[in-house]
Structures are given as C-alpha cells and as structure tokens.
C-alpha cells in the first residue's frame, strides 16, 4: 500500500490554476490536497490576488497535510518590486502519521508538475511559514 499511496496522480486543474497564478497572476495561491480515493492531487482553494498573507494561512487545515503555493511580493533594498512563488508543504504535527507519509512521498512528484517554483518550505507548525519566514527566504 506504501508503494501505490506514492503514485499520486496530479488533476490538470492543479497545473492550469499553478500556470495561470505565475503567468497572469490571477491568483494569490492555491492549496492543494491528495484526494486517497481518488489517487489524486486536487485543487482545494484559490486565493484572490488581494488576498493577504493571513488569509492564506488561514485557508490551511490546522491538523491536516496539504500542498500549497503562495505568490510573494516584496520590494528589495534596492527598492525593486518582486515575486517569489514559494511552495509549501504543510504538515501538522497534529496530523495523521499516514497522511504525513502519503503527502511526503508524493511532495517532490507533484512539485516537478508545477514548472515555476523558487522556494520551498516545509513547515509543520504556523510559526515555520510565518511572514518574516517568507521575507527572509524571499531575498
């Protein structure tokens, strides 16, 4: 069962939303969740693009994995506008140890899906993807 929970399948929903977040912005992120059933990577929430850094980490379960990416915008020292699109792998530690090993094993599949990723952060509690987290990885 190990074996086949690893062969994730990812919905073209999750690529097209990813594609349209990096080319037209349309979205702030996306949070993406494994569908056991259905063997698959879904799109379980966009993000508008006004939408602030709390709104997105609100739209995580608190004791359930999920995938996420999240368009960061931030001025340099120089004072240049920029984007880093981050992808998160979050994972409670209050979530089921299954879970935690199902969205592990699939994590750097369906990341190759998504053409476009700078940073990645694994957090398993609120304060390792916190806003300074972001700034500081950002740079």
């Known amino acids: 069962m190990a074996n086949a929970a690893s062969g994730m399948a990812v919905h073209d929903d999750c690529k097209l939303k990813f594609l349209e977040l990096k080319a037209k912005r349309s979205h702030r992120f996306i949070v993406f969740k494994i569908e056991e059933k259905q063997k698959q990577v879904v799109v379980e ?3 508008e693009p006004a939408d ?3 709104a997105f980490t609100a739209s995580l379960p608190a004791d359930e994995c999920r995938y996420a990416v999240y368009d960061f915008d ?5 004072n240049c506008q920029k ?3 981050f992808f998160i792998a979050w994972s409670p530690d209050t979530s089921k140890v299954r879970s935690k090993m199902i969205y592990a094993s699939s994590k ?3 990341k190759r899906e998504l053409d476009g990723i700078q940073v990645e ?3 398993t509690d609120p304060t390792e993807m916190g806003i300074d987290v972001i700034r500081s990885r950002a740079n």
Not at 74 to 78: G, L, R, S, W
């Open 74 to 78: 931030f001025v340099t020292d120089d």
């Open 52 to 54: 602030s850094y709390e």
């Open 121 to 123: 952060l694994q957090a």
């Open 108 to 110: 750097d599949r369906f």
């Open 83 to 85: 984007s880093r699109i």
């Open 45 to 47: 929430k966009l993000g």
